[in-house]
């Protein structure tokens, strides 16, 4: 089992940023990947990033390049998604997952973190 708890969530204005991270705790012999998923209210969940737990493979959603960033750190079971130029529909709750596969990394969940940026 594998446990995970974001922070970093919060109102923030559009154009500016906000960090999120995720402190994981557990066993991790089958984890592949982590990503940040989130979902606004009437939409599905979608992937926005996503990092190899073990390289440095990266994946960005279109709607996110250039202005998220996704980081890990073995060591200490931590991730981390850095977001700047934030815009209005980047509001959503934010959930930091871990799994076996990079294209959906979503075997484990953390609680999820809201995200509102206002316009």
């Known amino acids: 089992q594998v446990q995970l708890v974001e922070s970093g969530g919060g109102l923030v204005q559009a154009g500016g940023s906000l960090r999120l991270s995720c402190a994981a705790s557990?066993?991790?012999?089958?984890?592949?990947?982590m990503g940040w998923f989130r979902q606004a209210p009437g939409k599905e969940r979608e992937l926005v990033a996503a990092?190899?737990?073990?390289?440095?493979?990266?994946y960005y959603a279109d709607s996110v390049k250039g202005r998220f960033a996704i980081s890990r750190d073995n060591a200490k079971k931590t991730g981390d998604l850095r977001m700047d130029s934030l815009k209005a529909e980047d509001t959503a709750i934010y959930y930091c997952a871990v799994g076996n596969s990079y294209q959906w990394p979503g075997d484990y969940w953390g609680q999820g973190t809201q995200v509102t940026v206002s316009s």
């Open positions: 557990g066993r991790f012999f089958s984890i592949y990947a």
């Open positions: 990092i190899k737990w073990s390289g440095s493979s990266t």
